[in-house]
Nanobody, 114 residues
Framework: VQLQASGGGLVQAGESLRLSCKVT????????VGWFRQAPGKQRDLVAA???????DYADSVQGRFTISRDNVRRMLYLQMNDLKPEDTGTYYC?????????WGRGTQVTVSS
C-alpha cells in the first residue's frame, strides 16, 4: 500500500486548505481511515476519522472547522480545513484508523502563521 498526501502549504490564520490522500494497492473501501497530525516535537495524533459507511469523528481541537470525506471509487481521502489556527501547524498523514496500519507516506506539511 502506498499513501500519497498532498495539498499542504503556508497559510495565514483564518484561511483554508484542502488536503488529499491517494491510496494505492489496497481495497480502500473496506477500511476505516483517518488523518493524523504530527506537530514538531510531538507525537502523531488522529485528528479526523471516517468509517467505511462515512461515519465521521473529529478531535475536539478541530471539531467544527475540519471536514473529512472519502471517495471510494477514486480511492481518495480528503480533509477540508477551515479557519486554520497556528496550532494546526504540522505534518499531516493519512492512514487506516484501527487495525494494522499501512506504511506511512511522507505526509504533507501545513504551516499556519498568526
Amino acid at each position: 500500500v502506498q499513501l500519497q498526501a498532498s495539498g499542504g502549504g503556508l497559510v495565514q490564520a483564518g484561511e483554508s486548505l484542502r488536503l488529499s490522500c491517494k491510496v494505492t494497492g489496497s481495497n480502500f473501501r473496506l477500511f476505516a481511515v483517518g488523518w493524523f497530525r504530527q506537530a514538531p516535537g510531538k507525537q502523531r495524533d488522529l485528528v479526523a476519522a471516517i468509517t467505511t459507511d462515512h461515519g465521521k469523528d473529529y478531535a475536539d481541537s478541530v471539531q467544527g472547522r475540519f471536514t473529512i470525506s472519502r471517495d471510494n471509487v477514486r480511492r481518495m481521502l480528503y480533509l477540508q480545513m477551515n479557519d486554520l489556527k497556528p496550532e494546526d501547524t504540522g505534518t499531516y498523514y493519512c492512514n487506516r484508523n484501527g487495525g494494522s496500519l499501512w506504511p506511512w507516506g511522507r505526509g504533507t506539511q501545513v504551516t499556519v502563521s498568526s
